[in-house]
């Protein structure tokens, strides 16, 4: 099992940033894609950007050159840097872990971002 733990969401105006967090732990060996997704109120859950365990990332068109995904394995522990905030980034953000041997799905429980003036 990997436990993911989200942090960092909140509500920011306009053109802001927010950096957010999530720290997994549990059997996080083997891990081969962390991702963030994103979920506005009456939306499907959509992918944002993905990091692989060698460090590639991709990023939703929406998100392009406004946010960075990263990771720190000593710290066992991913971010998403979101700068530029637009109130259609408004959602509730959520980790993702993801296995290919088992084909295995890990979820946090999710943070709120609020973008609003």
């Known amino acids: 099992q990997v436990q993911l733990v989200e942090s960092g969401g909140g509500l920011v105006q306009p053109g802001g940033s927010l950096r957010l967090s999530c720290a997994a732990s549990g059997s996080i060996f083997s891990i081969d894609v962390m991702a963030w997704y994103r979920q506005a109120p009456g939306k499907r859950r959509d992918l944002v950007a993905t990091?692989?365990?060698?460090?590639?990332?991709r990023y939703t068109d929406s998100v392009k050159g406004r946010f960075t995904i990263s990771r720190d394995n000593a710290e066992n522990t991913m971010y998403l840097q979101m700068n530029t905030l637009k109130p259609e980034d408004t959602a509730a953000y959520y980790c993702?872990?993801?296995?290919?041997?088992?084909?295995?799905?890990?979820w946090g429980q999710g943070t709120q971002v609020t973008v609003s003036s």
């Open positions: 990091i692989t365990s060698s460090g590639s990332t």
């Open positions: 993702n872990a993801y296995k290919i041997f088992g084909n295995k799905s890990y």
